[in-house]
């Protein structure tokens, strides 16, 4: 962040200021004086050409997915928490991790998923993953608990967004991704503690009912925002 002096002197002389998500620019405003008008919120995306071609489908079973790590430091509890309720009611789904899951948290899925399938699947490449999106029911994002986490936009958030699929993500409410996840329509975030929400969630989901997706992906794509970084020369 901006410690130095000579940190805010090399930003006081630039002419714009790129930044990649509402928090960072509200902390660059309070840390250069003036410097609001010229900074400009352009997150990251996602590659056209990683979906080209592919289509999405639904399976059979209710299928919620999750790619990339999950280490300790990711609180899933609250979301099997949530599964815990969803059981009770006597719905069916089935849980996907793919990529890597350290032996604590595979441990303590499998302890709190009951008779629901879990499968889990090693490091694959990128467009096996991409596949992975387009196969499932709805995507599980994660933000590890952390002093900066409401900063935190992970680029696969933009390529969740591009399958179409719905989000249920956990992390901090009055976060980056919150808030794009709230302007998108393409899913909700939920706070470390609310299973509760997660549960209502899920079960509109299950009974079928779609999501509120107000933007297409397309905002979020390499191309669209090339456009927008060009602009600004």
Do not use: W
């Not at 928090?23 to 056209?48: M, P, Q, R």
């Not at 815990?84 to 948290?105: A, C, H, M, S, W």
């Not at 995507?139 to 699929?165: C, D, M, Q, W």
């Amino acid at each position: 962040m901006i410690d130095s002096a000579y940190e805010k002197k090399v930003l006081n002389k630039a002419d714009k200021i790129v930044t990649v998500g509402s928090s960072l620019k509200a902390l660059f405003s309070s840390k250069l004086c003036g410097a609001e008008n010229k900074i400009t919120v352009i997150t990251n995306g996602f590659d056209d050409d990683d979906f080209a071609g592919l289509d999405s489908s639904s399976p059979e079973i209710f299928t919620i997915s999750y790619t990339g790590t999950l280490s300790d430091t990711y609180p899933v509890t609250v979301f099997l928490d949530a599964l815990d309720f969803i059981r009770e009611e006597g719905y069916n789904y089935r849980l996907k991790f793919i990529g890597t899951v350290t032996p604590k948290q595979k441990d303590l899925i499998l302890s709190r998923s009951g008779a629901a399938p879990v499968e889990f699947i090693s490091y694959v490449d990128h467009p096996t993953a991409i596949k992975y999106m387009l196969e499932t029911s709805v995507l599980l994002l994660i933000i590890p608990v952390h002093k900066s986490n409401r900063s935190i936009i992970t680029g696969k958030i933009f390529e969740y967004i591009a399958s179409g699929k719905p989000i249920v993500c956990v992390g901090p409410p009055d976060g980056d991704a919150a808030e794009i996840l709230k302007e998108t329509g393409h899913g909700r975030m939920f706070s470390y503690s609310d299973s509760k929400g997660i549960q209502e969630y899920m079960t509109t989901l299950i009974l079928g009912n779609s999501y509120d997706s107000r933007t297409g992906s397309k905002v979020y794509s390499a191309s669209e925002l090339t456009k927008q970084i060009t602009s600004l020369f």
